[in-house]
């Protein structure tokens, strides 16, 4: 979406995502003329499954599709093996979210904090959310099946100490979804990341601050 000519702006959903999960007020990006591409992994919305995929499959998906694109530059915004135990276990949340996709939401409204509250109320934003829910499982569960077996894998798939890209990583400081010091130790192992920690801020706080992000992002050149 935007001008073709536009600098190019990649966005890659969490899990589960689609690629209808783009922020709803689009104001920042549109002021600055940006193309935006966004993707999904295997088995979400449109993308067919690729059983037993980690994550460098879908590095080299998003390789291809900006070649395709004639993109060469971009701007990135970012255990056992028991499938049927895990299928089980998917099965109850995943059924819940295709009936009510905010349902989660709701329910952790109460302890969340202040400022995923705030989002959370934002009926732009529940728009936008139950539609890339409901667009994530369009093809089943089995997308957020294979994602989760790849988050619990090994991660020798990806060589984080040769990624040479500039990164800054964004983090609610009050997190409950993800814990700063997960990210913590993510970054870590990035050679060129800096983690930028959001105040007492919960796991929704870049959605509010996205003006904050871009502009970080593009003055890098």
Not at 3 to 16: E, K, S
Not at 92 to 108: E, I, N
Not at 112 to 132: E, I, K
Not at 154 to 173: P, Y
Request: glycine share 10%; charged share 25%; proline share 6%.
């Amino acid at each position: 979406m935007g001008p073709p000519d536009g600098a190019a702006l990649l966005r890659m959903p969490g899990t589960p995502g689609s690629r209808w999960f783009v922020r709803a007020d689009r104001e920042a990006m549109r002021s600055r003329g940006l193309q935006i591409v966004t993707t999904e992994r295997p088995g979400y919305g449109r993308s067919t499954r690729l059983p037993g995929r980690r994550f460098a499959e879908h590095g080299d998906d998003v390789a291809r599709i900006l070649d395709h694109l004639a993109i060469d530059r971009v701007h990135a915004l970012v255990r056992d093996g028991d499938e049927a135990g895990l299928r089980s276990l998917l099965d109850g949340p995943y059924t819940q979210m295709r009936a009510d996709p905010l349902a989660g939401f709701t329910a952790a409204m109460p302890q969340a904090p202040a400022s995923d509250q705030a989002v959370m109320t934002d009926p732009r934003w529940r728009a936008m959310q139950t539609r890339g829910l409901r667009a994530a499982f369009a093809a089943g569960i089995d997308g957020w099946i294979d994602e989760t077996l790849a988050i619990f894998a090994d991660w020798t798939d990806v060589d984080l100490t040769a990624v040479r890209t500039s990164i800054t990583w964004w983090h609610g400081g009050t997190d409950r979804n993800t814990p700063v010091s997960a990210a913590q130790r993510l970054v870590d192992r990035l050679p060129h990341a800096t983690l930028r920690t959001l105040g007492a801020a919960g796991h929704l706080e870049p959605y509010r601050r996205e003006e904050e992000i871009l502009a970080e992002l593009l003055a890098r050149g």
